[in-house]
């Protein structure tokens, strides 16, 4: 055990479930139930073959022929051997860490007290974004689905889900969410990010509209197909560190979309998480439509109030990677300037290199803000029922 | 004369050129000499016609019988008829206001005590960035750059110019800027911000070092070539609210590529000015980039030094459009955040709709950071010499 896993050790008074949090740095007081929702947790396969017991004949022999053929999703969303070394597996060559619920529930969920984890997949496989055949993004998504149920959602009440829908036919993916909307466990829809469209462009409104008839939220997390790096409206940038720059740029667009469009006048009981975007984006993106709104308004009539209220209202924008500015004060203006009490959920992006842990990431909160952020944020947005709660903190 | 206006007469002292600003909110001294460089006045002609002296009998004949022929540039930058009622011109049909010298003399340089006024072209004709053919798009330039030596900058020493390139075929932008560097008026090199591709890119090192060699900078205004609005790294967005959001994505683009690709490394005297893109987004991408820069860093070893400093030393942001935060002291928050002292440089857009004026815009500086946005950043960046500065200021 390293010495950081080892003082973890120390600083936790309970090591199950929704045992109070007593870490040093945590000066608010924790909410009374749920106390931490950690809205991005990286489940996955190792081998794409697993996938195959939840494919029809036709799609088996398709996976066994042809292979995901996923479009490429540009760089490694996390290098592949670049992680944290508190938890490396040494028997591991390719990766420095699984994705399996056993490492999951060791490393992140008893160890720091996760009430509930939203599961949002493999980065890699939401390039069934850019799949040119639809039918074959509809069957693998349905596919891992299945297998996500199978191996994750059955074997511990904690880990809710995010259930995985392709936005290249919307009509496959309402599909998709009537399929599963049923279960209890399903508490969001995860869509990815990068689309062939904007998030508000009318062909996707039948996809917010199933959602919001079962009151589930849209978790999308960063990633897509993409042809070597994420585009810019100036081409394709050439380094990882470049592309990771892009990701603000994906989530105003689509933040502004959605609001432009006027998809939360359309369907008012709907929400959207934009996640591992970066966050102070959505602060100049609230500030200045503000502005414009008031100039060139009369563009969008159907627009009845300032866009920010919108954006507070239905928009929530996950906490990882969170910033590291050279003055910490800093990063509780910015979290004011954000309403962040109303739009920040927790994430920790587990297990990725640039993960955030629950304890560190923003140890100056007051009671009001720490509840916001770390809990009551999400369970307002995610379909999560009291009796699930009960289940957990019980 | 309007109430504003009638009021504007009241506060200057001073009615010509470098005569001190004393408006009613300046609470800084303002610097000693010259008190006011404005970094984006754009100048225009009134029909393309105008050109054709300046352009070969080729390309007077390709006018006459193609037009101009410029790809879609989107949105117009500025609502034709939507402008400040205060300076509106009800002689014109087409628009509120014309682009004239004379115009601009009394309605932005003796009225608002400008010493140095950059001029910025018209943003409509930015899209020759993305004409196909590169000649026409040379030849372009060249006689919109000949026209304006002509109509503007023989006529007015508070006049500069950032010769306007064409990103098409580089080598005919270096050609121009080798043509021009040597007239003193010339005090920056004017790329359209939407090129074809990323600043960074090794195709545009031969413009950079151009400008390197005759220690000009690029001043880079938003505005190309683009389909009908401006591409997002998902889609195309449908409405102009939304295109004006855009902005922030393309700057924040471009400066990450000149940062990561080495251009600064390769040309340590060589600085870029981001223009009519907003602000705040340079936040946190200096914020980001440092932190992955600790984690990624060797993944672009000729970066020797944390992002952000590449950033403080080479890179400048309009100060147009400012941000109208709900609480007033956020924009200084975020003044502080951008270390605006070094990298902010005072723009009006004069004559658009949202343009910002020298006294109202950021009222609450203290006397040292007034000086820099207000002027010594700008001077400091631009070729502008003592002599030239004699001229206007004795």
Same mark, same amino acid.
């Given at each position: ?7 973890? =050790? ?36 190792? $081998? ?12 088996? %022999? ?179 560190? =470049? ?69 507070? =209202?239905?928009? #929530? ?6 910033? %590291? ?16 009490? =109303? ?24 009671? #009001?803000?720490? #509840? ?14 009291? $009796?699930?709660? %009960?289940?957990?903190?019980?």
């Amino acid at each position: 055990m390293t010495q950081t896993a080892d003082k973890l =050790e120390q600083i936790h008074i309970g090591k199950k479930g929704a045992a109070p949090i007593a870490a040093p740095g945590w000066t608010g007081k924790p909410a009374d139930r749920v106390k931490l929702v950690d809205c991005d947790v990286h489940h996955n396969f190792h $081998d794409p073959h697993q996938l195959l017991p939840y494919l029809p004949k036709f799609y088996q %022999e398709h996976l066994l022929d042809q292979g995901l053929h996923l479009p490429g999703a540009g760089y490694a969303n996390t290098p592949f051997r670049r992680t944290r070394p508190d938890i490396k597996d040494p028997a591991l060559q390719e990766r420095d860490f699984n994705f399996s619920l056993e490492f999951t529930q060791k490393e992140l969920l008893d160890r720091w007290n996760i009430d509930f984890a939203l599961l949002t997949g493999p980065p890699v496989f939401l390039a069934v974004a850019g799949l040119p055949d639809p039918d074959w993004a509809a069957a693998l998504v349905t596919a891992f689905n299945d297998w996500t149920i199978e191996h994750w959602l059955d074997k511990d009440p904690r880990v809710v889900n995010a259930i995985l829908v392709a936005p290249n036919d919307p009509a496959l993916a309402v599909k998709e969410i009537h399929r599963l909307a049923h279960r209890k466990d399903t508490a969001a829809v995860m869509m990815p990010m990068q689309t062939p469209d904007l998030f508000g462009k009318r062909r996707y409104h039948p996809i917010w509209e199933a959602c919001a008839e079962h009151d589930l939220p849209v978790v999308s997390h960063i990633g897509g197909g993409s042809p070597g790096s994420t585009l810019t409206p100036v081409g394709f940038p050439s380094y990882y560190m =470049e592309n990771r720059m892009t990701r603000p740029s994906v989530a105003s667009a689509q933040a502004a979309s959605l609001i432009v469009e006027g998809v939360f006048e359309k369907f008012p009981n709907f929400k959207v998480a934009l996640i591992e975007v970066q966050q102070m984006w959505a602060v100049p993106l609230m500030w200045h439509m503000d502005t414009d709104w008031k100039a060139i308004g009369d563009q969008t009539p159907w627009l009845k109030r300032p866009p920010s209220e919108y954006f507070r =209202e239905h928009i #929530r924008i996950g906490s990882q990677p969170m910033h %590291e500015p050279p003055r910490t004060e800093q990063v509780y203006q910015m979290l004011e300037m954000l309403h962040a009490d =109303e739009t920040l959920i927790f994430c920790t992006d587990f297990p990725h290199f640039d993960w955030n842990d629950p304890v560190t990431v923003l140890p100056k909160l007051d009671e #009001r803000m720490h #509840r916001r952020i770390f809990a009551e944020n999400a369970l307002d947005m995610l379909r999560i029922t009291d $009796d699930m709660i %009960e289940a957990v903190v019980a």
